[in-house]
DNA sequence: CTAGGGTTAG
């Protein structure tokens, strides 16, 4: 005979009574008062009524309010839950730190042969997802087909999403041509899964061709581009999408405003922050964050300030993007304010708030500090440095000119040091002219990362620079070999809301006529201030008059000349340059500041330099 | 029940 699963409520208390517990139940909002509405139900019995009890499990085992070890305790007492306890419970561990958990309960939801429904595989799939269990993505796959699950669309929409999400674009891809079911989840799952994968153009062709886009596919197309390093085509996605009468929310501006940071363009973040404003959008954690990091990175930190001050949930994410900020405008000891503050907010700080405020240190020469904040990591935060962190030591004992001890620090380091490490120490070596060491680094580094074309020419400049022209070559021709092709200097300079984007020896910009004529002038100007090019280490073996046509046509000289003649006398020029900024650049143009009285903001790879009156605030330390 | 978002060394 069948044993009895559930006494019926009106057997055992008052229908009354049961009533009035499950009215409790319903709005219980915290673990204590679950646990007296916990107590009452096992004294009247009312537990073992499977509507309650689930009820109760669902309680426990939601992510928010609840206790999912309790649910736990109380599942593993049900005698022979149902499907959906089953369920509530794989949800709970799917969305808990141990989703290996929510495997191993299917796995006795099987052994008991607890039928499964169309609730199971979602949950199970979003575990599998965030464990990256590839194995067990596919033995479940083989169950969704042979329990009939293989055609109902959440559950194949799932299973799109882990294939896309683990990186497996391949079975996504058969999967969506398999189904007979798809819907818009569907398909933005595959362009996720492109996008994640690096081929846009795949991405673009679903989205191109999928029957209805919505936020999501526009989103997933934005944030794809962006860590495509196409910031561009984001913001072009994103014009498209408000013609298309999207309505925005804040997952889509997050994803613009990167797309903002990267280009350094002030205007469009800043019209951003004011449709935020205007349509009472919320900052949440993740938004303002963001907004703090576009107004840093292009170059207003008294805005990012202010909109810290707005937000009202400062977690570490935010303090760590304001001190992120102040170490790429090199402004180390307010870095060092901020953390402090932070920590006397209760705050505590995690690794990437300790990369934030080493590289500030780095770029403001705060040796002593920096060491002393390295040495607490472990001592008192209880972190061990990472890899990161050993980079950020060895490139601000590098640029101190502390080359010895830097590279003490990589022989003494627990971790294998990487492409990263040694080019600290390549940069160090060429800053301070060290080129013994920085041919010897040079050719570790062409080693580790053969496919860099930064690597070769930082290698054939410090050659260069010796006068060995024969060896520079050499190097060059290596590098030729190998078929790797120099990243080419781009500057991006944003006039009137349009970025502008100049090349190194470009000339397709359509006003590079006026520009080259301006920027004869200007250097006459210059000339009669003292200015010298500085040829020095350019690598090409050429006439001093051709190296100097080569380093005129640098994309941040172009970038700043034109900047100049489009723009009202006085006005800040706002410049971002991919590469590191070359010192002729530099000197050229903080004469520029002085004698055509402007200042000029700019960002290079690593930091922001602020040109005016003839200095700039990178004080020559970069 | 399924799809999009965070700060990060050179």
Redesign the pocket.
């Known amino acids: 005979m069948a044993p009895i699963l559930f006494t019926p409520t009106s057997q055992l208390s008052s229908e009354s009574n049961a009533a009035q517990t499950l009215h409790l139940l319903q709005r219980c909002s915290n673990m204590e008062e679950l646990r007296q509405i916990h107590g009452q139900m096992l004294k009247t019995g009312l537990l073992l009524d499977a509507i309650p009890a689930s009820k109760l499990l669902a309680f426990c085992a939601s992510p928010n309010s609840g206790s999912l070890a309790y649910a736990r305790t109380v599942f593993d007492r049900i005698f022979r839950p149902n499907t959906f306890m089953w369920n509530t419970m794989i949800?709970g561990y799917s969305n808990s730190k141990e989703p290996e958990e929510a495997l191993l309960l299917y796995h006795h939801m099987l052994y008991h042969s607890v039928p499964h429904?169309?609730?199971?595989?979602?949950?199970l799939?979003?575990a599998c997802?965030s464990m990256s269990a590839s194995e067990e993505t596919q033995q479940i796959h083989a169950h969704i087909i042979k329990m009939g699950f293989g055609s109902?669309?959440?559950?194949?929409?799932?299973l799109l999403?882990v294939y896309?999400?683990s990186g497996d674009i391949k079975s996504a891809r058969l999967l969506f041509d398999q189904v007979d079911q798809r819907?818009?989840?569907?398909?933005?799952?595959m362009i996720?899964g492109y996008t994640k994968c690096g081929e846009m153009e795949m991405a673009y062709e679903i989205f191109n061709h999928m029957p209805e886009r919505?936020?999501?596919?526009?989103?997933?197309m934005i944030?794809g581009c962006?860590?495509a390093g196409k910031p561009k085509e984001a913001l072009n996605l994103f014009h498209r999408m408000q013609t298309a009468g999207i309505k925005?929310?804040?997952?889509?501006?997050?994803?613009t405003l990167?797309a903002c940071?990267d280009l350094g363009v002030l205007d469009q973040g800043k019209w951003i922050h004011a449709y935020i404003k205007k349509h009472e959008i919320e900052i949440?954690?993740?938004?303002?964050?963001?907004l703090?990091?576009m107004y840093?990175?292009c170059g207003d930190l008294e805005e990012a300030i202010e909109v810290f001050r707005k937000m009202e949930e400062k977690?570490?994410?935010?303090?760590?993007?304001m001190i992120?900020?102040y170490?790429?405008h090199g402004r180390g000891r307010e870095a060092l304010e901020w953390f402090m503050k932070m920590q006397t907010a209760g705050v505590e700080p995690?690794?990437?708030?300790f990369?934030?405020i080493?590289?500030a240190c780095?770029?403001a020469g705060l040796v002593h500090e920096a060491k002393l904040l390295f040495e607490s990591m472990e001592r008192i935060h209880g972190f061990k440095p990472s890899?990161?962190?050993?980079?950020?030591m060895?490139?601000l004992l590098?640029?101190a000119g502390l080359l010895k001890e830097a590279e003490e620090l990589i022989e003494n380091m627990p971790v294998k040091p990487?492409?990263?490490?040694w080019?600290?120490l390549?940069?160090?070596c060429h800053i301070h002219g060290n080129l013994e060491l920085g041919k010897q680094i040079g050719k570790i580094l062409i080693q580790v990362?053969p496919g860099h074309g930064g690597r070769y020419i930082h290698l054939a400049s410090i050659h260069a620079a010796a006068g060995e022209w024969n060896q520079a070559a050499r190097v060059r021709r290596q590098m030729k070999e190998q078929g790797v092709s120099k990243l080419p200097g781009c500057s991006v300079i944003s006039v009137n809301g349009t970025a502008h984007e100049f090349l190194a020896g470009d000339g397709s910009h359509p006003q590079i006529k006026e520009i080259d004529h301006a920027f004869k002038h200007i250097v006459e100007r210059l000339r009669e201030e003292g200015y010298k090019p500085k040829l020095g280490d350019l690598l090409l073996d050429l006439e001093d008059k051709d190296k100097e046509t080569a380093i005129h046509h640098h994309s941040e000289k172009l970038a700043v000349t034109f900047g100049l003649i489009s723009t009202k006398p006085g006005m800040t020029i706002r410049i971002v340059k991919n590469l590191?900024v070359c010192e002729d650049c530099h000197t050229v143009i903080k004469l520029i500041s002085k004698v055509y009285a402007r200042e000029i903001l700019m960002r290079d790879?690593?930091?922001f330099h602020r040109f005016k009156d003839g200095n700039c605030t990178c004080g020559d330390y970069w």
């Open positions: 949800r429904n169309a609730y199971t595989f979602p949950f799939l979003k997802s109902e669309i959440y559950t194949t929409n799932s999403n896309s999400k819907d818009t989840v569907s398909w933005n799952s996720d919505n936020i999501i596919s526009w989103t997933s944030s962006v860590g925005l929310d804040n997952v889509a501006l997050v994803s990167q940071a949440d954690p993740i938004l303002g964050c963001v703090i990091d840093t990175k977690g570490v994410t935010v303090w760590t993007a992120s900020g170490a790429i995690n690794q990437m708030t990369t934030g080493l590289t780095s770029h890899i990161e962190h050993y980079g950020c060895v490139d590098g640029r990487n492409a990263a490490i080019g600290a390549l940069n160090a990362d590191r790879r690593t930091r």
